[in-house]
């Protein structure tokens, strides 16, 4: 079964708007953390933002905030006031508790901000 | 930039040979994980080690194989290599503390791209 489902392949977004990346994930394990990785064309993949299992609020990072809904397994990642340099592929992740070693990933969302 | 280097950027090998792939993690890190990634598709987790140890490994055959060194650099190494062993191979750093609070967020290098003909 998937861990991590990301059912957007690809979206368009206005400069100066906000995006949301849809993100839902699937463990039986209490413990787990949720991450959020732009990837750009060059390959490399950055980190963005993360969420604990146990954490009591949604997290932000600057313009990235993580729309945390743990009885529906979802992790949406928001991007207010996107910017041209925003377009890039976006990868959701999760690791879990018991294999706390790997990371497991969606197949990513295409985001392309047009001017 | 996350410090996190990779050797060589891409590099071209033919079917049955080796190749071995180098990473050099971020200062005071000691972890090293190692993903593929094939065109189009999301990261797949080959191994991780700690402490110059396998500390875990996904479903890849035991032709992929790595190392940790003292510095916690690392190598891949792939032998009898395949067509479809064509990808972007990412390395990831990450401090893993042995109370195992925090987030143990790993941070990637730029990857190296390799084509098997």
């Known amino acids: 079964a998937q861990k991590i489902t990301q059912t957007q392949p690809g979206m368009f977004v206005q400069e100066k708007e906000a995006v949301t990346l849809d993100c839902t994930y699937d463990t039986s394990d209490p413990s787990y953390g949720l991450f959020w990785y732009k990837q750009p064309s060059s390959g490399e993949m950055i980190f963005l933002i993360y969420q604990g299992s146990y954490d009591q609020q949604n997290a932000t990072e600057g313009r990235y905030s993580l729309n945390f809904q743990k009885a529906r397994k979802s992790a949406n990642l928001v991007i207010s006031a996107s910017q041209l340099g925003d377009s890039a592929m976006y990868f959701c992740a999760m690791r879990e508790g018991s294999n706390d070693y790997k990371l497991s990933f969606g197949a990513g969302t295409t985001v392309t901000v047009r001017a | 930039e996350t410090g996190v280097t990779q050797s060589p950027t891409h590099l071209i090998k033919t079917r049955g040979q080796q190749v071995t792939l180098r990473c050099s993690s971020q200062?005071?890190?000691?972890?090293v994980s190692w993903y593929q990634q094939a065109l189009g598709q999301g990261p797949q987790f080959i191994f991780q080690?700690?402490?110059?140890?396998?500390?875990g490994r996904g479903n890849f055959p035991p032709r992929f194989s790595g190392l940790q060194f003292p510095n916690y650099s690392s190598e891949l190494n792939v032998n009898a290599l395949e067509l479809d062993d064509s990808a972007l191979y990412l390395c990831?750093?990450?401090?893993?503390?042995?109370?195992?609070?925090?987030?143990?967020?790993?941070?990637f290098g730029p990857g190296t791209r390799l084509t098997v003909l």
């Open positions: 080690y700690y402490r110059e140890e396998e500390n």
């Open positions: 200062s005071g890190h000691n972890t």
């Open positions: 990831a750093s990450s401090l893993k503390t042995l109370a195992g609070v925090g987030t143990d967020t790993q941070y």
